[in-house]
């Protein structure tokens, strides 16, 4: 059963970086995911493709301070000289042959 | 420019039927699934079916949350999904997006409608 595991919530200061974590689960560690962005009362954003070799492509108009990674079962969004409006909800998502599923998100508070 | 516009979101009471749907620009509809997610009040998102195009057999998949009472479809003479939503449930009250995918994952978003299931 594929499932995603994200951290319920992140923080970091302006300026700093943070890199969120999306957990896939056993026998799914070749699965490629895509992080998605969702500000408040905003509809979500998809931002990059990441693959289990850690190459990604991001969306139109994605800042180059956004990138993906891998490791194993995990895929990784870092975000780095975050900003104000980089604080939102982060959520992961993967699919197989005839299931689509999101991970529970990440709140992010930009300190 | 990819767009997404969902409409048909509304008051609904339960047990009652309401059909969405999503009006799509700026790329060849007929080569993409098109997956419709939802999102209840202050939750996460959560996944309710996609349809394949029509090279992979035009045909749904649904979560286990909907399966029997949903069905997707497509028409991509008009660019357009549609979500048949029947025996509306209380708990069915979220925001629905549409969305194009690429291999599985979503690539773009519409801006969604509220769909609220009460008597």
């Known amino acids: 059963q594929l499932v995603l595991t994200q951290s319920p919530s992140a923080s970091a200061s302006l300026g700093a970086s943070v890199k969120l974590t999306c957990t896939l689960s056993?026998?799914?560690?070749?699965?490629?995911i895509a992080w998605h962005k969702q500000q408040p009362e905003k509809g979500p954003r998809f931002l990059m493709k990441v693959n289990s070799d850690g190459s990604h492509s991001s969306g139109d108009g994605i800042p180059d301070r956004f990138s993906g990674s891998s490791s194993g079962a995990e895929r990784y969004l870092t975000i780095s000289s975050l900003q104000s409006e980089d604080e939102a909800d982060y959520y992961c998502q993967s699919w197989g042959t005839d299931i689509r599923v999101f991970g529970g998100g990440t709140k992010l508070t930009v300190l | 420019e990819v767009q997404l516009v969902e409409s048909g979101g509304g008051l609904i009471q339960p047990g009652r039927s309401l059909r969405l749907s999503c009006t799509a620009s700026?790329?060849?509809?007929?080569?993409?699934?098109m997956t419709w997610v939802r999102q209840a009040p202050g939750k996460g998102l959560e996944w309710v079916g996609f349809i394949r195009w029509k090279a992979y057999g035009g045909t749904a998949e649904y979560a286990a949350s909907v399966k029997g009472r949903f069905t997707i479809s497509r028409d991509d003479s008009k660019s357009i999904a549609y979500l048949q939503m029947n025996s509306l449930k209380f708990e069915d009250t979220a925001v629905y997006y549409c969305a194009r995918e690429d291999g599985g994952g979503i690539s773009s978003w519409g801006q969604g409608t509220l769909v609220t299931v009460s008597s």
């Open positions: 700026g790329f060849t509809f007929g080569e993409h699934a």
């Open positions: 056993r026998g799914h560690s070749s699965n490629a």
